[in-house]
C-alpha cells in the first residue's frame, strides 16, 4: 500500500465527503511500485451468475433425501468422484480437479448462505457483491479490499471477459477492465504502429487536465501488456486450457500472474448457471458441459502457474444456490444455500467444511438449502489468511459482521 | 446533408465571437450533450447566451420534429404498460430496450437538449435500472409521465409521480409492501437517495414508518386479479395499508382509514420535497452536475433557497445556477463521463438518423455498457457517479479511444446512424489547408474549439502527419481519421 486515500486527499486539499458521491480521486499518487516485480498473494474471484446449482457440484450423496428430491438429476453416489467425506461426492465432470482436491489445494464450503434472502437474480447479485446488507454502502466488498490493501499499480484490480463495471469492483478504485489481454489494444496501432501512441502520450504531457493520469496509466498499462503478452504467449508446463472465454481468461489471469505486473485481485465472469430446464444427470445435460468447461480451465490454471499457484487463491461465488427439489423441466428452480469451491494454496484442502444442515423437510429453509455459513465469513478468512489484512482491515470490509472462523484456510 | 451552410437568416457559427463565444461555448458544453455547428448557430442567431438558455428551459417551443420522426420507430418506448404487456411476452426486454436506445437518440439529435440532460439527471436521482427483469412493462410510462413529464417543472410533482410509479414501486420492492411486514426498501431510499440524505439525522424508525406510510401502493399483474387493461399500473390496495399513527421526521399523521393511504404518502412525500435537507441535496447536486466536482457551498446555499422560495421549482434553480459567478468561473471544471463523450464525438462528427425505422441503436447502447455507462443502465438505485473519481479505470480511457476511432471510421455504418460520407469536407468547409500545421489547427479549431492548445500539443499532432510544411499525401486519406481521433482524445476535449 502507498498512501490511503484519506491521506492523498488532504493532500489535495479535497475534503472527503465534500460531495454525495464518491471520493474525486482514486489514482494512486505513486505507480512506482509498477518497476518492481510483484510476488504477493492474488485473489481470483470466479462469478458464477445465474444461481450455481452446488448440489449438484458437491453432491450430498450420504443424505437420503438428496436423491428423493432429485429423482432424475441427483448424481448418483456411484457415480460421483469420492471425496474422503462420505456425505459428499463431486460431480463427475470435477475429474479434471480430482488431483487438486487429493492433493490439498483445493476444498469446498458447503451450505454456504448469504443474509440476502432474494430470489431474484438482480437483488440477490447486487447484495452478493455490495456484501453490506443494511448499510448505505454503494461500492463492492473487492473494491473495498483494494481500497484497503491495493498496491497502488494499474494492474491491482483487473476485471477480464467483460468492460461493463462488475459490481465487485465496483467504487472508487481504479479498475483495468478488459475483454482480454490481448483485446487490450489501441485500435489503429496496428496499421499506424507506435506513432499513434506516441503522439496520446504526449497530448497528455504539459497540461493540467483531470484527463492526465487516467490518460498516463492507461499508456503505461498498454505497453506492459503488450511486453507481458509478447514474452508470454503460451502456456506454461504443458497446460491446456479449454476452447471458450473462462479458459481464455483464466490464461490471461495465469499471464497476469507470472508476469508480476501487481495483480492482486481479479473478477472473472463465468455465468449461464441458470439452469431451469435440462440441467441434466451425472452423464448428459447442461450441468455436464458447463461445469466441465469450469473444472478444465481451473486444472488448466494451475498446471500452468506450476509453483505459484501456491500464492494464488481462487474462491467461487454465485448470488443463490437452487431449489432442493426438482422441477418438471429437469431442472432446479431458484433457491438459497450452495456451495463455495477454493482452490489454491493454504488451504484446509480435500475437505468439505462447513456445517451441513440436511435435507429433511424440516431442515430446509423455504424448501431451499439452509446457509448455515455466512459467505462473508469465508471471504475474511480468506483476506486474513491469505491476503495478509489484520483482522479488523478484514472485517472492515463488511460492516455489520462479527466474523467466525470457516477452518477453510490454514 | 449536415455539411454547415449559411442560412438566409443564420449567420455561419464562426460569427459567434460576436455574441461572447467563451460564455456561449461553455454554456453549451455543460447544457447539451456537445456542443454543434448548428447549435452555437442557434445562440448567435437568438442574439445571446442567456436567450438561447430560455428558449431550452421552454422545450415545447423548440420545433423537434426531425428527432420526433426517427422515435417513431420505438413505439414502446413511451407506451402505457398494458400496452407494452399486450405487445410483447412476459418479461420480455423489448420495451426496455426501446426506452434506452430512444433516450440515446435524443441526446443525439434532438433540439432539446437542455431538457434531455435534465431527463438524464433525473433519471439517475430516481434510479431504476434499465433493462432490470422487475420494470419489463412499466419503465417506459415512467420515463414519458414521471420523469419526462415533471423533469422542468416542480421536484414535488416529480417525487409525487414517481411514488405512485409502478416501475418505482416494483424496483424498491414496495409493491409486495404490506402493512404486517413493511418493505423498506424503497423508504430507505426514498429518504437516503431521492430526498434529505443519509446525514439528514432520520433514525430507523423513520425509515419504517416511511415504509408503513407507503404500505398499499402496490401494482396490478396477471397473478393479483389484474386485467389486460390494467396490468402494470397502479393498485391501492387498502388491505395491505398499515393503519396507525405514523411520524417521520418532523412530519405526523393519524393515518386512520386504510381507504385514504395513498393522500396520506401524498402529504408525507410532499413534505420530505420541501425539507431544507432535501433542498440542499438537490442544490448540490446540480451543481455537481453543472458546475464542478466540488462546488462553493455558497452557490449551493442560494440555490438551495431559490429551490424552497420557488415552492420546489427546477427552472428558478437552473437559471440562478446558469446565472451564477461559479458557473462562469468553472471551465474546463467538469470532465466529460463515457455517456456524454461518446454522444458528443457523434454529435462533433456530423453523424445523423438513418432513414430506415428498422435499424436501431442497440450497437452503441452496447458500447457505452461497455464503457460502463450504458443509458439508464447503472445497477443500484444511486445513479452514476458524476463526479470524475468514478471514471478513471485503464479499461475505460481505452475503450473510450477506441470508440473514438471506430466512430471516425464509421465502422458502425450498419446501425441506425450514418455517418459523413467525405469528413474532411464536412469538418474542414470546401477549401483545403494549405499545410499540415493549418490542418491541425483547422480541426482544432472545429473540434476544441476556444480550448488553451499548448504549442507542444499542436507540434505533436503535426508529427504525427510528419514533418510540418505542404499537405502529404496521405493526409487527408488514410491519416486523417486517426488524426481527428487524436484531437477527439485530447485532455483539453475531454472538458465538459
Known amino acids: ?262 495483480l492482486q485481485a481479479v473478477s472473472v465472469d463465468f455465468g449461464d448457471w441458470d439452469m431451469h430446464t435440462d440441467l441434466g444427470a451425472a452423464g448428459d445435460g447442461k450441468m455436464l458441459t458447463h461445469l466441465g468447461e469450469v473444472a478444465q480451465s481451473l486444472a488448466a490454471f494451475a498446471q500452468d502457474l506450476g509453483s505459484l499457484f501456491a500464492n494464488v487463491t481462487v474462491v467461487t461465488l454465485s448470488e443463490f444456490g437452487r431449489r432442493v427439489e426438482e422441477n418438471g423441466s429437469g431442472g432446479v428452480d431458484h433457491g438459497h444455500g450452495n456451495v463455495l469451491l477454493a482452490l489454491g494454496g493454504g488451504l484446509n484442502g480435500g475437505q468439505v467444511h462447513g456445517t451441513w444442515p440436511g435435507l429433511a423437510a424440516d431442515k430446509l429453509d423455504d424448501g431451499d438449502l439452509a446457509g448455515t455459513t455466512d459467505y462473508r465469513n469465508v471471504l475474511v478468512e480468506l483476506l486474513v489468511k491469505r491476503q495478509g489484512l489484520s483482522p479488523s482491515a478484514a472485517a472492515g470490509v463488511f460492516p455489520g459482521l462479527s466474523p467466525a472462523a470457516v477452518g477453510l484456510f490454514r | 446533408m449536415t455539411t454547415p451552410r449559411r442560412r438566409p437568416h443564420a449567420p455561419a457559427w464562426s460569427l459567434v465571437p460576436r455574441v461572447n463565444a467563451p460564455a456561449a461555448r461553455h454554456l453549451l458544453s455543460r447544457t447539451t450533450y456537445g456542443a454543434t455547428p448548428e447549435s452555437l448557430t442557434d445562440v448567435v442567431r437568438m442574439g445571446s447566451p442567456g436567450a438561447w438558455l430560455d428558449r431550452q428551459l421552454a422545450p415545447a417551443t423548440i420545433d423537434d420534429t426531425a428527432c420526433d420522426a426517427v422515435l417513431a420507430r420505438w413505439p414502446l418506448a413511451s407506451a402505457t404498460a398494458p400496452a407494452v404487456e399486450a405487445a410483447i411476452s412476459q418479461g420480455s426486454w423489448d420495451a426496455m430496450e426501446q426506452v434506452v436506445q430512444a433516450t440515446l437518440a435524443r441526446a443525439l439529435w434532438s433540439k432539446r437538449q437542455l431538457f434531455e440532460v435534465m431527463c438524464e439527471f433525473w433519471s439517475n436521482h430516481l434510479n431504476i435500472t434499465c433493462p432490470s427483469s422487475e420494470v419489463w ?65 432520520y433514525t430507523h424508525t423513520d425509515i419504517i414508518n416511511a415504509a408503513r406510510v407507503l404500505t398499499g401502493l402496490s401494482v396490478w399483474n396477471r397473478w393479483n386479479g389484474g386485467t389486460p387493461a390494467n396490468q402494470g399500473t397502479l393498485r391501492y390496495r387498502s388491505d395491505w395499508h398499515y393503519v396507525g399513527p405514523v411520524q417521520v421526521m418532523g412530519w405526523t399523521h393519524p393515518n386512520a382509514d386504510a381507504t385514504q393511504g395513498k393522500v396520506v404518502a401524498q402529504s408525507m412525500v410532499r413534505y420530505l420535497a420541501r425539507r431544507p435537507e432535501t433542498a440542499q441535496r438537490i442544490a448540490a447536486k446540480l451543481a455537481v452536475r453543472f458546475v464542478s466536482d466540488a462546488p462553493p457551498q455558497a452557490l449551493v446555499d442560494r440555490l438551495a433557497q431559490v429551490y424552497l422560495a420557488g415552492g420546489t421549482a427546477v427552472v428558478p434553480v437552473l437559471r440562478a445556477l446558469f446565472g451564477s459567478a461559479e458557473f462562469a468561473a468553472s471551465v474546463g471544471q467538469k470532465q466529460r463521463r463515457p455517456y456524454e463523450d461518446i454522444v458528443s464525438v457523434a454529435r462533433a462528427l456530423g453523424i445523423s438518423a438513418h432513414s430506415d425505422p428498422a435499424r436501431d441503436l442497440g450497437d452503441l447502447a452496447w458500447t457505452l455498457g461497455q464503457l460502463g455507462q450504458a443509458p439508464l443502465g447503472w445497477g443500484l438505485p444511486d445513479g452514476y457517479p458524476d463526479v470524475t473519481g468514478g471514471w478513471t479505470g485503464a479499461g475505460g480511457t481505452l475503450g473510450r479511444w477506441n470508440t473514438h476511432l471506430g466512430l471516425v471510421g464509421g465502422w458502425w455504418d450498419n446501425g441506425a446512424m450514418v455517418f459523413q460520407r467525405d469528413l474532411p469536407t464536412y469538418l474542414l468547409g470546401a477549401s483545403r489547408p494549405a499545410t499540415r500545421g493549418a490542418l491541425v489547427d483547422a480541426l482544432l479549431a472545429r473540434l476544441v474549439p476556444g480550448a488553451t492548445v499548448p504549442a507542444q500539443h499542436r507540434a505533436a499532432l503535426i508529427a504525427f502527419l510528419g514533418a510540418d510544411g505542404p499537405l502529404g499525401q496521405g493526409d487527408l486519406q488514410w491519416d486523417f481519421e486517426p488524426l481527428v481521433t487524436l484531437v477527439l482524445d485530447m485532455p483539453q476535449r475531454s472538458a465538459r
Not at chain 2, 153 to 165: H, I, K, P, Q, Y
Request: proline residues 7%; contains cysteine; glycine residues 12%.
Open chain 1, 1 to 262: 500500500m502507498t498512501v490511503s486515500r484519506r491521506c492523498f486527499l488532504q493532500g489535495l486539499g479535497v475534503a472527503a465527503g465534500a460531495v454525495a458521491a464518491s471520493p474525486l480521486l482514486s489514482v494512486r499518487a505513486s505507480y512506482a511500485a509498477t518497476a518492481t516485480p510483484y510476488t504477493g498473494p492474488v485473489l481470483v474471484v470466479l462469478s458464477l451468475r445465474g444461481g450455481f446449482d452446488g448440489l449438484s457440484v458437491v453432491a450430498p450423496v450420504g443424505d437420503p433425501d438428496y436423491a428423493v428430491a432429485r429423482p432424475t438429476i441427483a448424481i448418483p453416489a456411484s457415480r460421483a468422484l469420492p471425496t474422503g467425506d462420505r456425505r459428499f461426492g463431486l460431480h463427475p465432470a470435477l475429474a479434471p480437479l480430482k488431483p487438486l482436491w487429493d492433493g490439498g489445494q483445493m476444498a469446498a464450503v458447503h451450505a454456504v448462505g448469504t443474509p440476502d434472502l432474494s430470489r431474484s437474480h438482480f437483488q440477490a447479485t447486487e447484495e452478493l457483491e455490495r456484501a453490506a446488507p443494511g448499510t448505505s454502502l454503494r461500492t463492492g466488498w473487492l473494491d473495498r479490499v483494494v481500497g484497503v490493501a491495493g498496491s497502488g499499480t494499474p494492474f491491482q484490480a483487473v476485471q477480464l471477459g467483460d468492460t461493463a463495471p462488475s459490481g465487485l469492483l465496483a467504487g472508487p478504485e481504479a479498475v483495468l477492465a478488459a475483454g482480454s489481454l490481448d483485446a487490450f489494444s489501441l485500435s489503429g496501432s496496428s496499421w499506424l504502429g507506435p506513432r499513434f501512441a506516441t503522439t496520446l502520450r504526449a497530448l497528455h504531457q504539459g497540461v493540467t487536465s483531470p484527463a492526465v493520469a487516467p490518460a498516463t496509466i492507461t499508456l503505461d498499462a498498454l505497453e506492459t501488456v503488450a511486453a507481458l503478452v509478447a514474452a508470454d504467449r503460451t502456456p506454461k508446463n504443458g497446460a491446456v486450457y479449454p476452447t471458450g472465454g473462462l479458459g481464455d481468461a483464466m490464461a490471461d489471469v495465469a499471464r497476469l500472474v507470472r508476469g508480476a505486473a501487481g
Open chain 2, 137 to 201: 412493462s412499466t419503465k417506459p410510462w415512467d420515463d414519458r409521465t414521471v420523469i419526462r413529464e415533471h423533469a422542468l417543472g416542480t421536484f414535488e410533482d416529480l417525487l409525487l409521480a414517481s411514488s405512485t410509479s409502478p416501475a418505482m414501486l416494483l424496483y424498491l420492492g414496495n409493491a409486495e409492501s404490506n402493512g404486517d411486514a413493511p418493505n423498506e426498501n424503497y423508504s430507505r431510499e426514498l429518504l437516503e437517495l431521492h430526498t434529505v440524505g443519509v446525514d439528514a439525522g
